[in-house]
């Protein structure tokens, strides 16, 4: 079993060419086990691609995926073990119920119990509507019923590629709370990719950000704020010049607006700048600090490209 501080997933200078053109350039990073990880990237930066590579379903062409210490193009079979994914809208027997579905699937693998089938259905939340037929069950409930097929033999990995994809609002929030509990609860790696920043928010714990193949960044999500963004800080202090100079110490770009000190600083900073103005003397009478989005950060880190 894979130690808690061990990431399940391991990315090491993954490439994929296809034709001469490089579509993922050295793109590395770690997965750790309880958490769920976002992917995010502009039309064409490689995140269904880099989805593809992580299950098998195209062949890396250098670096290497590690799934539980194993690697998906040396130990197949032993790497994939430890997966449960969709990758495309999960495809469902519609005349048959949903239980009749996750049966069919069960006899499929080896050790799958039937206190197993109403483990996961108990925790996706369709106890109610599982023994009526697929055909009457909304869009979001046949993800639901998808994710507890990919759950159904307790893999360390889930792998969602757009699972939001033709959700309505309710349905979005109802995947978005039971993947943070699915993550907990299972002590399970969740891997999503989406164009929907807002809820990659507040569903995400760590968000990756990539573009034209190559990773950007990896931001920790906390609450509604990413660890490490810079805050455009306002600051009511006298006098204003002499609070200026010492804000441009941590931003030469500090200026004063409207009679407001505007300071761009990392949240861990605004409580130093607090502190420098007081011994210098200065009357502070307000700080107030808007934290930047996920979407004000990628936006500028992507150059306002467009979301796949």
């Keep these: 079993m894979n130690e808690?501080?061990?990431?399940?997933?391991?990315?090491?200078n993954v490439s994929k060419k296809i034709g001469g053109k490089t579509i993922i350039d050295k793109l590395s990073f770690d997965v750790p086990r309880g958490e769920v990880f976002g992917f995010l990237g502009p039309n064409g930066a490689g995140k269904t691609t880099t989805i593809r590579m992580m299950v098998g379903l195209m062949s890396i062409t250098e670096g290497e995926i590690m799934i539980e210490g194993a690697?998906?193009?040396?130990?197949?079979?032993?790497?994939?073990?430890?997966?449960?994914?969709?990758?495309?809208n999960p495809e469902m027997y519609k005349f048959l119920s949903g239980y009749q579905n996750l049966l069919h699937y069960a006899r499929m693998r080896e050790g799958i119990a039937r206190e197993r089938i109403d483990e996961v259905v108990s925790l996706v939340g369709l106890s109610n509507r599982i023994h009526e037929k697929v055909k009457t069950y909304s869009l979001g409930m046949r993800q639901r019923l998808g994710v507890a097929q990919a759950l159904?033999?307790?893999?360390?990995?889930?792998?969602?590629?757009?699972?939001?994809?033709?959700?309505?609002?309710?349905?979005?929030?109802?995947?978005?709370d039971y993947l943070r509990k699915l993550s907990r609860e299972e002590n399970i790696a969740v891997v999503v990719s989406s164009h929907l920043l807002s809820e990659m928010e507040l569903m995400c714990d760590k968000v990756a950000i990539i573009q034209n193949g190559r990773l950007i960044d990896v931001r920790t999500v906390k609450g509604d704020q990413l660890e490490g963004s810079a805050a455009v800080v306002q600051l009511e202090a006298e006098p204003s010049e002499q609070a200026l100079e010492v804000a441009r110490s941590f931003d030469e770009s500090a200026a004063v607006r409207s009679g407001k000190l505007e300071v761009a600083l990392k949240r861990e900073d605004i409580p130093k700048l607090n502190?420098?103005?007081?011994?210098?003397?200065?009357?502070?009478?307000?700080?107030q600090a808007t934290t930047k989005s996920l979407e004000d950060v990628f936006l500028e880190m992507t150059g306002g490209d467009q979301i796949a």
Excluded: M
Aim: charged residues 20%; aromatic residues 4%; glycine residues 8%.
């Design 71 to 88: 690697s998906i193009a040396k130990d197949f079979e032993k790497a994939i073990r430890h997966v449960g994914a969709i990758v495309e």
């Design 152 to 176: 159904l033999h307790r893999p360390s990995l889930l792998i969602l590629d757009e699972p939001t994809n033709g959700l309505d609002p309710a349905g979005i929030r109802e995947l978005r």
């Design 275 to 287: 502190a420098q103005l007081v011994a210098a003397g200065i009357q502070v009478y307000s700080i």
């Design 4 to 12: 808690s501080g061990t990431p399940i997933v391991q990315l090491r």
